[in-house]
T-cell receptor
């Protein structure tokens, strides 16, 4: 079954600290993996997108990694800011020709001052 | 980057009425748009795939007669919730498919529409 699982479900950190969010997937065939940030009451905004040949991708303070062999990805946030408080969603594009996105349930991050 | 807009951002309606939500790709043409719904603290659930000039493809369990989708142009798709009921209250998000060179396609999401049915 094509699934995307994220951990932790929720996370609280202090402003300025780093954190890492995890994503495991069983989607096959795999096309690419994306991380999205979704603020409350808003649509998801793309942070990174990686194909199977890419191991790491950075976007400012966000760094995503991908291990296609173990089917794991992580999103590392450096020097967190209050505005980083949001849900972070790992999404895998199913490569079976249907252009279907498989969504993880998301990690709800709260950054406290 | 590619921009997708939705209108309205919020709508409150009475039970039994119909509500239309618009999704527009502002700076690119999208032959395919997607409609999602999201319940509180849950992830997005795909409702249907909207293809310009043809009928939408609905996911299993989504009533096509209740959720009418029209994709009349390359920049506009509409979702009409017919005879809305309180259980239809949700956050509706559209996305537009954007083809990028060398990376296949990606989807850009709209800001969402909060529907509340009284």
């Amino acid at each position: 079954k094509n699934q995307v699982e994220q951990s932790p479900q929720s996370l609280i950190i202090l402003e300025g600290k780093n954190c890492t969010l995890q994503c495991n997937y069983t989607v096959s065939p795999f096309s690419n993996l994306r991380w999205y940030k979704q603020d409350t009451g808003r649509g998801p905004v793309s942070l990174t997108i990686m194909t199977f040949s890419e191991n790491t991708k950075s976007n400012g303070r966000y760094t995503a990694t991908l291990d296609a062999d173990t089917k794991q990805s992580s999103l590392h946030i450096t020097a967190s800011q209050l505005s980083d408080s949001a849900s972070y969603i790992c999404v895998v594009l199913y490569g079976g020709g249907y252009n279907k996105l498989i969504f993880g349930a998301g990690t709800r991050l709260a950054v406290h001052p | 980057g590619a921009v997708v807009s939705q209108h309205p951002s919020r709508v409150i309606c009475k039970s039994g009425t119909s509500v239309k939500i618009e999704c527009r790709s502002l700076d690119f043409q999208a032959t395919t748009m997607f409609w999602y719904r999201q319940f509180p603290k849950q992830s997005l659930m795909l409702m249907a795939t909207s293809n310009e000039g043809s009928k939408a493809t609905y996911e299993q369990g989504v009533e096509k007669d209740k959720f009418l989708i029209n994709h009349a142009s390359l920049t506009l798709s509409t979702l009409t919730v017919t005879s809305a009921h309180p259980e239809d209250s949700s956050f509706y998000i559209c996305s537009a498919r954007y083809l990028t060179s060398g990376r296949g396609d990606t989807q850009y999401f709209g800001p969402g529409t909060r529907l509340t049915v009284l």
